[in-house]
């Protein structure tokens, strides 16, 4: 059984950094994809940052490019993303997720997962 179990989260203030990590449980070689999303209030979840598992392509969403990094771990099977400069619109719930595909199904626009994180809340006042 594959967990996903995320860490990381919390406050911090604007122009703060904070990075999250997600732990991959029962990680196989089929986990070709592994991202973040996030959620805000009565919105669906958005994709954030995606990472192929099989050559480092990551990818972000135009709302974090030059302030949000991911990066993975192969030995200790984790994914983790650095986020700097956080804005106040950043404040959301934050998941992990994981995929079986990469290629143009890792694209941070088309990244569907075949499972998800239990989310951490990432909160930045102004």
């Known amino acids: 059984q594959v967990q996903l179990v995320e860490s990381g989260g919390g406050s911090v203030q604007a122009g703060g950094s904070l990075r999250l990590s997600c732990a991959v449980h029962g990680y196989t070689s089929s986990w070709r994809c592994l991202g973040w999303f996030r959620q805000f209030p009565g919105k669906e979840r958005e994709a954030v940052a995606t990472?192929?598992?099989?050559?480092?392509?990551?990818q972000f969403a135009d709302s974090v490019k030059g302030r949000f990094t991911i990066s993975l771990d192969n030995a200790e099977n984790t994914v983790s993303l650095q986020m700097n400069n956080l804005k106040p619109q950043d404040t959301a719930m934050y998941y992990c997720a994981a995929g079986q595909y990469n290629g143009v199904l890792c694209q941070v626009d088309r990244f569907r997962p075949y499972t998800w994180g239990q989310g951490t809340q990432v909160t930045v006042s102004s």
């Open positions: 990472i192929s598992t099989t050559d480092g392509t990551s």
